[in-house]
């Protein structure tokens, strides 16, 4: 199984941008479906976008708008996601998800994914 660990969270004012990281050991990296999701507090957790093995296929939820951007890098066993123009609705534990039998990416319910991250808290306050 594999073993998922996030960085790159903070504080940043409205505006502002973060770059996530998700570092992936324990099985081959590039079998995996990945997605980020987020949860605010007292919030349900919920989609953010997510990427296909290959990475050239991704799906955003509605409210991303163009603002985020997910990236991988196989050989690097790492993920990314690029947070632009942050919001004070944007503020939540954003957290990696991974799953090596989903057929596509296009799934996007928290358990559809079997394994995450501890996940990296992202603050928008001025």
């Known amino acids: 199984q594999v073993q998922l660990v996030e960085s790159g969270g903070g504080l940043v004012q409205p505006g502002g941008s973060l770059r996530l990281s998700c570092t992936a050991s324990?099985?081959?990296?590039?079998?995996?479906?990945m997605a980020w999701f987020r949860q605010a507090p007292g919030k349900e957790r919920e989609f953010v976008v997510s990427?296909?093995?290959?990475?050239?296929?991704?799906y955003y939820a509605d409210f991303v708008k163009g603002r985020f951007t997910i990236s991988r890098d196989n050989a690097k066993s790492t993920m990314y996601l690029q947070l632009a123009n942050l919001t004070p609705e944007d503020p939540a534990i954003y957290s990696c998800?991974?799953?090596?039998?989903?057929?596509?990416?296009?799934?996007?319910?928290?358990?559809?994914?079997?394994?995450w991250g501890q996940g990296t808290q992202v603050t928008v306050s001025s």
């Open positions: 990427i296909s093995r290959s990475g050239t296929t991704r």
């Open positions: 324990g099985h081959t990296f590039s079998t995996y479906i």
């Open positions: 998800a991974a799953d090596h039998t989903l057929t596509t990416a296009e799934y996007s319910t928290p358990g559809d994914y079997d394994y």
